[in-house]
Each structure stands twice: as structure tokens, then as C-alpha cells.
Antibody
Framework: EVQLVESGGGLVQPGGSLRLSCSAS????????MHWVRRAPGKGLEYVSG????????YYADLVKGRFSISRDNSKNTIYLQMSSLRGEDTAVYYC??????????????WGQGTLVTVSS | DIVMTQSPDSLAVSLGERATINCKSS????????????LAWYQQKPGQPPKLLIY???TRGSGVPDRFSGSGSGTDFTLTISSLQAEDVAVYYC??????????FGQGTKLEIE
């Protein structure tokens, strides 16, 4: 069974940093692109960042570009989202999702349970 | 970026009746070389992560009941639930995955029982 388990969320002050992790199992992790998607309270789903299977290509939504950094360690079956200069509007549940190919351009399935990031003083 | 717009924002349907949700993209998500529409639908129930329902605009995901169907092409798409069940209460999102990211989502449609 494919499983994605996020961790690292919590309460952080504005301007602070946090690193999210997503541990994957049940599939050949190094063969698939991975992404982060978030859902702010009372809002809809928002695409955040993506990384190809070999880590050679990354993408960031404009709202997080320059502040967030995605990476992966294929030896540990884990992706990371390093978040810095956090703002109140970054408060959300962050989901790790699996792509269907090693590059982009496919649907997201499955989704992890999500980890809550709260940015507040 | 491709903008996805869903209608309506919320919908109340009686049990056993048909529910229809529309999704419009700001540019075509039909890839001419393979004649596939790069469009997916997801269902999110309260307290749960989103679940894939439909991909390639009309292919049901694994284990998805056949009362869920997707249709449309180019820029206009529809998710139909043929006979609403109580467990279908959720927020539904369309998403385009055409080309390179960002793979944008519609704003969501909240489906309730009338």
C-alpha cells in the first residue's frame, strides 16, 4: 500500500522557519515526482511546490518563491519543504502528494494526511 | 498560469438525485498529440485529505463508485454524481495538470444534502 506521512508542522512566529518532511513507502520512490499542496483555513487547495524523481527540476508557486525550498533524499524515501520568512498567510495544512510519473504532468494520488503549519505571534 | 473556475460554489441536492459541478479552464488543457484532457477531480471530506476521483477528465480512479462520472473537453468540464448518497457530502475540486507546474485547482464546490 502506498503511504505518505508528513511531519514537522507546528506553531511558528512570523518571519520564522520550519522544515516539513514527507516519508513515503509502498512504491519505488525514486521513480516518481512529488509535490506539496496546501489548504488554508476556509480556503481551497493551493499548489505549492514540486520536484522531479531525480531532484533535477523543482518548481515553486509565485507566493512561496524565494522563501520555500523543496528537496528529496531518494535513499531515505523522503521529500522536504524548507520554509523560511513565514507569513500569516502561510498558515495551512500542507499535504504531500505523489505524481504518476518521474517528471510532471499527471494527477495527484495518493495524498498524505497533512501537517498543520500555524504562523502566529 | 491556467485559472480554473468552478460553478456553483455550493450545491444542495436531495438524496438519490443528480448533482452536477462545472469547471472551466482559462486555456485549453487538451493536448493535441495524445488527444487527452489534463484534468482531474478530487473529493475532500471534512478532516480528511483530498481523494482522487477522476483523471484524464473522464477516467475513474481505483475504487471510485460508478455513480461518479466526468465529461468535457478543451476548456469546459463536468463532474456528475448520478444518484447522490449521504457519504458524498464533501468539497469537490477540479485541477489541471497540463504542461509544467503550477497545477492549479478550482476554488472548490461544497456539496450538501437538501
Amino acid at each position: 500500500e502506498v503511504q505518505l506521512v508528513e511531519s514537522g508542522g507546528g506553531l511558528v512566529q512570523p518571519g520564522g522557519s520550519l522544515r516539513l518532511s514527507c516519508s513515503a513507502s509502498g512504491f519505488t520512490f525514486s521513480s516518481y515526482a512529488m509535490h506539496w499542496v496546501r489548504r488554508a483555513p476556509g480556503k481551497g487547495l493551493e499548489y505549492v511546490s514540486g520536484i522531479t524523481s531525480n531532484g533535477g527540476s523543482t518548481y515553486y508557486a509565485d507566493l512561496v518563491k524565494g522563501r520555500f525550498s523543496i528537496s528529496r533524499d531518494n535513499s531515505k524515501n523522503t521529500i522536504y519543504l524548507q520554509m523560511s520568512s513565514l507569513r500569516g498567510e502561510d498558515t495551512a495544512v500542507y499535504y504531500c502528494v505523489k505524481d504518476q510519473t518521474g517528471t510532471y504532468s499527471r494527477w495527484f494520488d495518493p495524498w498524505g494526511q497533512g501537517t498543520l503549519v500555524t504562523v502566529s505571534s | 498560469d491556467i485559472v480554473m473556475t468552478q460553478s456553483p460554489d455550493s450545491l444542495a441536492v436531495s438524496l438519490g438525485e443528480r448533482a452536477t459541478i462545472n469547471c472551466k479552464s482559462s486555456q485549453s488543457v487538451l493536448y493535441s498529440s495524445n488527444n487527452k484532457n489534463y484534468l482531474a477531480w478530487y473529493q475532500q471530506k471534512p478532516g480528511q485529505p483530498p481523494k482522487l476521483l477522476i483523471y484524464w477528465a473522464s477516467t475513474r480512479g481505483s475504487g471510485v463508485p460508478d455513480r461518479f462520472s466526468g465529461s468535457g473537453s478543451g476548456t469546459d468540464f463536468t463532474l456528475t454524481i448520478s444518484s447522490l448518497q449521504a457519504e458524498d457530502v464533501a468539497v469537490y475540486y477540479c485541477q489541471q495538470y497540463y504542461g509544467t507546474p503550477p497545477y492549479t485547482f478550482g476554488q472548490g464546490t461544497k456539496l450538501e444534502i437538501e
